[in-house]
């Protein structure tokens, strides 16, 4: 199985700040990387895919890139509504397996 | 618009069967694949498997195989998560997620989510 890991496991921000997370994975998946947002008591949703293709609907704040195992989501300026935790996930193949997660939380 | 929407929480003891269900509305059903994700109790997402409605076809991740059945019934736009004994350590969050075909394939949209607990 391909692991996917996350940095931080948890971090603290305020309001405005910049934000950025890492996501690895432990072999090339070429682009295959999908970002989700989670709220408590929520289900997961669909933030980027692709590595770096905005969905639809989802705030333009939000931003993805890298390609073969190391990729980054930014939060541009972090809004009240961005506190949760966020997983990557790769669809190069089966079995797809998601990261341990990211909790972003108020600083 | 798209929406799937899951049975309500369930509440069994360990041994016992359970099928929980998605149904889908608001798209062609069979032109998506249905993903079912647990999340147990403060923990992160795990992929269980996966299933192609138009025929059945399933993924399983070997974490989950011989454990678990995905099926589906297409004539009612239904997904379905069983088991035939449940285990106390089954106590979780079930999502359905439908699954984009094609290259890059991700979950678009989700269900509310199922809880299942097992104690005896």
């Known amino acids: 199985d391909i692991q996917m890991t996350q940095s931080p496991s948890s971090l603290s921000a305020s309001v405005g700040d910049r934000v950025t997370i890492t996501c690895r994975a432990s072999?090339?998946?070429?682009?295959?990387l999908n970002w989700y947002q989670q709220k408590p008591g929520k289900a997961p949703k669909l933030l980027i895919y692709?590595?770096?293709s905005l969905q639809s609907g989802a705030p333009s704040r939000f931003s993805g890139s890298g390609s073969g195992t190391d990729f980054t989501l930014t939060i541009s300026s972090l809004q009240p509504e961005d506190f949760a935790t966020y997983y990557c996930?790769?669809?190069?193949?089966?079995?797809?397996?998601f990261g341990q997660g990211t909790k972003v939380e108020i600083k | 618009e798209v929406q799937l929407v899951q049975s309500g929480a369930e509440v069994k003891k360990p041994g016992e069967s359970l099928r929980i269900s998605c149904k889908a509305s608001?798209?062609?059903?069979?032109?998506?694949?249905i993903t079912w994700v647990r999340q147990m109790p403060g923990k992160g997402l795990e992929w269980m498997g996966r299933?192609?409605?138009?025929?059945?076809?399933?993924n399983y991740s070997p974490s989950f195989q011989g454990h678990v059945t995905i099926s589906a019934d297409k004539s009612i736009s239904t997904a379905y998560l069983q088991w035939s004994s449940l285990k106390a350590s089954d106590t979780a969050m079930y999502y359905c997620?439908?699954?984009?075909?094609?290259?890059?394939?991700?979950?678009?949209?989700w269900g509310q989510g199922t809880l299942v607990t097992v104690s005896s």
């Open positions: 996930q790769q669809s190069y193949t089966t079995p797809r397996t």
């Open positions: 299933i192609d409605p138009s025929d059945s076809y399933t």
């Open positions: 692709a590595a770096s």
């Open positions: 997620a439908r699954t984009t075909s094609g290259s890059y394939q991700h979950f678009d949209y």
């Open positions: 608001g798209y062609s059903f069979t032109s998506y694949w």
């Open positions: 072999q090339s998946i070429s682009s295959y």
